[in-house]
C-alpha cells in the first residue's frame, strides 16, 4: 500500500460524511418549512371553541373567538420588542360568556406603562391557543411578589389569577385595548437554522478536500524529491 493511500482513503471519507451532513441538513429544512406552513396555516385557520379538555399537542395555535370579560388583574412578563425596546407581556384573567376563567395574554406595553390604567370589561376577542415555552436554562425565576415575569408559565399564572391553565394570545380585540400591543402568535419565534448548518457542513466538507489534496501533493512532492 501507497504511504499516501491511507492520508487519501481518510480524507475522502471525511468528505463524503461531511456532505452527507450538509444533505441530511437541507432535508431537515424541507422538513421543517412544511412543518412551518402547516403552523402558519393553523394559525390563520377557522375558530373553534375553547376545547373542554386541554390538549397541547393537539390545540397548539387553534384560533378561537371569545366573548366576555377582561377582568383588571394584570401579571407583567418582561420582554425585549426590536426597535421598541424593553417592555411587558400584559396577561390578565378573562371570563368567558359561558363562565370560564383563563388566562388572556393582552399584548406589548414599554415599561414606563406599566401603572397605567388600562380598559378591562366586556371584549370581544380573536385569538390562539398557545402553550409558549419561553423558560430556558438561563431565564431567570419568577419575581411573583414583585410581579414581575420572566416567562409565561402558565401553570403558576393560573394559580396567582385563578384561573384554568389555558392561555389565549391576542389576535385582536374589540373594543380595542388602548396602549396595548397585540403580540400574535406566528412562526417568526419557531427556529430554522438547517441552512445555516447545511452550509456550514458543505463548508467544511471543502476545506477538508482542499487539505486532503494539498496532504497528498506535498507526500508526492516528498516523495518524488
Do not use: C
Not at 130 to 152: E, K, L, M, V
Not at 170 to 193: E, F, K, Q, W, Y
Request: aromatic share 8%; hydrophobic share 40%; net charge negative.
Amino acid at each position: 500500500m501507497s504511504r499516501i493511500t491511507l492520508p487519501l482513503l481518510t480524507g475522502l471519507i471525511g468528505t463524503a460524511i461531511l456532505v452527507w451532513l450538509g444533505t441530511w441538513q437541507m432535508q431537515r429544512l424541507e422538513w421543517k418549512r412544511d412543518i412551518l406552513t402547516e403552523i402558519q396555516a393553523r394559525i390563520g385557520g377557522d375558530p373553534a371553541p375553547l376545547p373542554a379538555t386541554r390538549t397541547p399537542e393537539t390545540d397548539r395555535y387553534q384560533p378561537v373567538q371569545l366573548n366576555g370579560t377582561v377582568e383588571p388583574e394584570e401579571l407583567y412578563v418582561l420582554v425585549s420588542q426590536k426597535r421598541v425596546g424593553a417592555g411587558y407581556r400584559v396577561i390578565s384573567p378573562f371570563v368567558t360568556d359561558d363562565g370560564r376563567r383563563i388566562l388572556l395574554d393582552r399584548g406589548f406595553i414599554p415599561v414606563d406603562e406599566r401603572d397605567t390604567a388600562r380598559d378591562g370589561g366586556e371584549k370581544s376577542i380573536n385569538g390562539n391557543l398557545h402553550w409558549p415555552d419561553d423558560r430556558t436554562s438561563a431565564t431567570p425565576d419568577n419575581d411573583i411578589d414583585g410581579n414581575t415575569w420572566f416567562a409565561r408559565d402558565i401553570a403558576p399564572m393560573a394559580e396567582v389569577l385563578g384561573t384554568e391553565p389555558l392561555l389565549v394570545i391576542v389576535r385582536n380585540m374589540s373594543p380595542t385595548d388602548p396602549g396595548v400591543t397585540p403580540l400574535a402568535v406566528d412562526t417568526s419565534g419557531i427556529p430554522n437554522d438547517h441552512l445555516q448548518y447545511a452550509i456550514t457542513w458543505y463548508s467544511l466538507a471543502v476545506v477538508w478536500l482542499i487539505g486532503t489534496i494539498a496532504l497528498v501533493w506535498r507526500m508526492r512532492q516528498t516523495k518524488e524529491g
